[in-house]
């Protein structure tokens, strides 16, 4: 079967990479904007993916050691101005509850009414009002830790907003942790970046670096930031995962003290860390093509659909008999855990509609069976990821379709990988820099540039280059990064590497 | 063992059953309120039987063909204009977005600033919102049904809340389908409450009537409304779940429309329904007694809880080994799908106040290991619905636990059920019914009542009768209700009875 030229996409990755993200969503029916500036509607095959994923991670974090509850929406006011640094961070772009009903304005429409003495902001993130309660919470050593996760939307106001990337309201759990030493506390914010790294890696198949965020990209009121980035097909970071040792910074704020053993009153140690449905972008980003998405098989809400080719009544029994009994032992195997889920798809359109419809949906394999494949015992396969068709015969797919499953898990994997490897280089000097991050054509801009591995001695020095291209430090690398060099910018003494992009 | 009089809880049901409430929350550590008024903090025994509540739930949602999605926080003032009666039910009670950010006040403090050109509403229920999208999808018959679930929170002010009851932010689950035909409309409207039924008395092991609200208390904007009324201890009715036939209300003030098969343009018509964390508190009425909360085997986060005795070191390897292999075989087996969840409290705390702790959390079977036990191979096993304990050969546990989980279930049910039959009347004269429905201690009115089945004719007649008892009409119940009759209190010819009782 030759692949026609023309893509399922428009535009493609090359022409228009952030239009043609938005036209992938749209191909697969993920998500949606809304009446409501920002925010976004996720639809059933986008929450599918979502649920997928909350799933795996709530057993990680479940495996350490962690429990799940819930806290309010609200947040008042003045619980954000106790932490300067981070009311500075977030009271910018957040959503103000002010009255709690409305009345008849009295020219057929309504009105808020009923002021609130002080108002409530819609969480942005839940630091204060979850440190309220552990203040309560936490008395003596015995209590310690607290290790609670938490499911919830939060709103940030955004201006520019992305479907998954970026948006008003989103979706996103958020762990907040209490210890009794800076020690415990250091610990867990590293445990939970692996685990993140874990999950993208092994679940969403994308490759992550864990690094350190610098002191100006840190969370407002966090002592140190880990983050997990990863490179998107354009080549630009994405910020898929942090983790955040907060020391005693909202402690202190929130008075979450404890005696000790030996009996003397201490601040505890906290730490915070988060993903969101940012995740979901991320995902389409790293291994979608111009045919539209591409799931990895141990996400995908469908692993496999399955297409019944017909003519006539007579041809539709048989085939459906068929099916059905190959539906019934491939649905009776497990791949990573999940009993493999599959669709029959026997709407009555058209073959290629059909077909180009599953495409764009990222189903990883696709099985198309008509009278000629019942003849030889045999069912059609078409594998997402690489496009590869064949013939194979029915019981052979049987055996095989867990490490075909599992093929196609590698392979996006191996792929995102090398990718990246191909756009990541070690950078000493300023004028490979400013080359590196500059697009040969201004008015259009190519996709260029990628991961730059430089040393750096001082991120202030680095401000003005890194604002005219629009880099950012994504972070220092947590691995292979303790050999001392000299700054790509200034020549002075650097101690570590860190990775330049530009990013989501 | 004799149990002590004194029991764990303070008030008991009899003496203060709003107290004893409180205290059986405080107790399990289920629950608390939060600085934010009328919203809950809800902890992390009492998130995980909301998890598990939610799992049953989405499998069946799912079973019925629906699927989840997700919608915006937030509703923008003009959409609630649209449904007159809708807007006249929740805008006395909602939290006002009027503001997108907080600048310095000049005193120290914040103060909202960016006013919003359209204020937006938290959802206090999504059907405007959901609508809205569901008006750009519908298009063609072929578009139809739509079968959409959402898991959310939603907030409703409220002045006197009530954990779990009544708060001003809430958990739950709200399902929003689109049809062709008012009849499928009606049998989704049906099918749902049958879900909800199947859920409260299968898994909550709590009975329920299930019927249909009086014009009076239908959802605003609703055709029809059916409900799941459940009796708490005190002989109050709570109404569990709902599920709406919104006929083509919404979908003409949303122009939700779709081409039929002949071509021509039609209104659809929608449902909505409804569970929330009002369930949690539903699910401790009904069971819980005065040592504490009692868990439906089904739902319960732990099924079992293993204390280990011993007095020292070399006990304690003994004893924790016979615990550990115990533990293995218990867990793997499976009750009710769920594979059996045991907890081993090895915590150095007094044996007294271990075991009170594990009855006020309300597992259903606790074991004692001490050296005594292990010598007879046996183990000491106490039920909590009950309070019946007794030694058991080790092996007849292992092989009995499924069933005696099952025999907690099914006597909790059948005891609620029993509680239900004997607090319920037919009252056919309005003697019968106030007497029924007055304390005999004004004062400090003891529980009495329950539910009263009567004829009635007209709900706008009972009102002033209804209003002076602070009973009202809980539903007009679905089934054996086909025989006509006269009115209790007009004595006007009557088609149907209705169940009457003071509710939460
Ligand atoms: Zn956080
Ligand atoms: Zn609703």
């Not at 998500?31 to 993916?49: D, T």
């Not at 073959?351 to 990883?364: A, I, L, M, Q, S």
């Not at 008015?443 to 040393?455: K, L, V």
Request: aromatic residues 10%; contains cysteine.
């Amino acid at each position: 079967m030759n692949k026609a030229p023309k893509t399922a996409i428009t535009p493609t990755r090359v022409d228009d990479y952030p239009e043609w993200f938005q036209q992938v969503i749209k191909a697969a029916d993920l998500a949606e904007v809304s009446p409501v500036r920002g925010c976004m509607v996720i639809k059933p095959w986008g929450y599918a993916l979502w649920e997928n994923m909350q799933r795996v991670l709530d057993d990680m974090f479940k495996a350490t050691g962690h429990q799940n509850a819930y806290f309010p929406l609200f947040i008042p006011m003045s619980f954000l101005e106790k932490e300067a640094e981070h009311v500075e961070g977030f009271a910018k772009e957040c959503a103000v509850v002010t009255h709690h009903r409305l009345e008849p304005d009295g020219k057929g429409g309504l009105q808020p009414a009923g002021p609130l003495e002080e108002p409530l902001i819609v969480r942005p993130t839940s630091e204060t009002i979850i440190g309220s309660m552990y203040a309560k919470w936490v008395q003596s050593y015995r209590d310690l830790p607290i290790l609670i996760n938490q499911w919830a939307n939060v709103v940030r106001w955004e201006l520019r907003t992305r479907l998954f990337l970026r948006t008003a309201e989103f979706l996103w759990q958020e762990g907040h942790t209490v210890h009794a030493t800076s020690e415990e506390a250091l610990e867990e914010t590293r445990k939970m970046i692996d685990v993140y790294a874990d999950f993208a890696e092994n679940w969403m198949a994308m490759p992550v670096i864990q690094g350190e965020k610098t002191p100006a990209e840190r969370f407002p009121g966090a002592v140190s930031t880990l983050s997990i980035e990863s490179m998107m097909q354009d080549r630009k970071a994405l910020q898929a995962g942090t983790s955040h040792f907060l020391g005693q910074n909202f402690s202190k704020a929130q008075e979450i003290q404890f005696q000790d053993q030996d009996g003397n009153m201490q601040f505890a140690w906290t730490t915070s860390w988060g993903v969101s449905t940012r995740l979901v972008g991320a995902l389409i980003m790293t291994h979608s093509d111009d045919d539209g998405l591409i799931l990895p098989p141990k996400l995908a809400p469908s692993h496999i659909v399955i297409l019944p080719i017909y003519r006539d009544d007579e041809q539709r029994a048989a085939v459906l008999e068929y099916v059905g009994k190959l539906r019934e032992e491939l649905s009776a195997q497990y791949y990573s855990g999940r009993r493999i889920s599959i669709e029959v798809d026997d709407r009555e359109i058209r073959g290629g509609e059909k077909k180009w419809h599953h495409v764009k949906r990222g189903v990883p394999l696709r099985l198309e069976v008509g009278p000629k494949d019942i003849d030889k015992n045999a069912v059609f396969v078409g594998r997402r990821d690489t496009g590869e068709t064949k013939s194979m015969d029915r019981d052979q797919l049987v055996a095989d379709v867990v490490g075909m499953l599992d093929s196609i898990q590698t392979n996006l994997f191996d792929r995102a990988l090398k990718m990246r490897e191909e756009n990541t280089r070690d950078i000493d000097n300023v004028d490979d820099f400013r080359a590196y991050f500059t697009a040969k054509n201004p008015d259009r801009p190519e996709i260029h540039g990628g991961f730059a591995s430089c040393y750096f001695s001082n991120e202030d020095d680095l401000e003005p280059l890194l604002k005219e291209l629009k880099v950012t430090i994504r972070c220092v690398p947590l691995k292979d990064n303790d050999t001392p060099g000299t700054c790509f910018l200034t020549g002075k003494p650097a101690e570590k590497k860190a990775i330049f992009a530009k990013a989501y």
